[in-house]
């Protein structure tokens, strides 16, 4: 008998321990920035499934995309045709920042970019910010 409940207390607390590892993993507040800088469209589309993919794992995550140089078309009002996908996770909570130099040099205005975004001086330079923040790096697309 003593042997039978000690079994079951084991099996008991091995299924237990995988639950408790998880709930620990869910808790963390898990900050992830993604760096997207082509202009290949099959990237943005990549970006956008990857940022769902996170949320949906991680729905609390907080999540930023920095755009800079050739990933502006990401985010230009005349050439995006994201904006659907974009607005979708805005409203989960996904930042998407454009770089004011990479604006300055292709010389665009805010108003020709989509509403969605806010804007940072230096795109490089919000990366590193937020890698010495503690945040997670990832380069978007593939």
């Known amino acids: 008998m003593r042997n039978n409940l000690l079994l ?10 995988p639950a408790l ?3 620990k993993t869910d808790a963390k507040q898990h900050r992830i920035v993604f ?3 082509t202009g290949d469209t099959l990237a943005y589309r990549a970006l956008t499934k990857q940022l769902s993919n996170v949320l949906a794992y991680w729905p609390t995550a907080l999540l930023e995309v920095v755009v800079h140089n050739k990933g502006i078309g990401f985010m230009r009002r005349d050439q995006s045709v994201f904006e659907p996908e974009i607005q979708a996770l805005k409203s989960k909570g ?6 004011e130099n990479t604006m300055k040099q292709q010389k665009l205005t805010k108003d020709q970019i989509l509403s969605q975004a806010i804007f940072v001086p ?4 919000e990366l590193v910010i ?7 790096y990832i380069k978007a697309g593939f």
């Open 130 to 136: 937020r890698q010495e923040e503690g945040w997670s």
């Open 122 to 125: 230096v795109g490089l330079a």
């Open 94 to 99: 996904v930042v998407f920042a454009v770089c």
């Open 21 to 23: 590892a998880q709930s």
């Open 8 to 17: 079951l207390l084991l099996g008991l607390l091995l299924l237990t321990i």
């Open 35 to 37: 760096h997207l800088a």
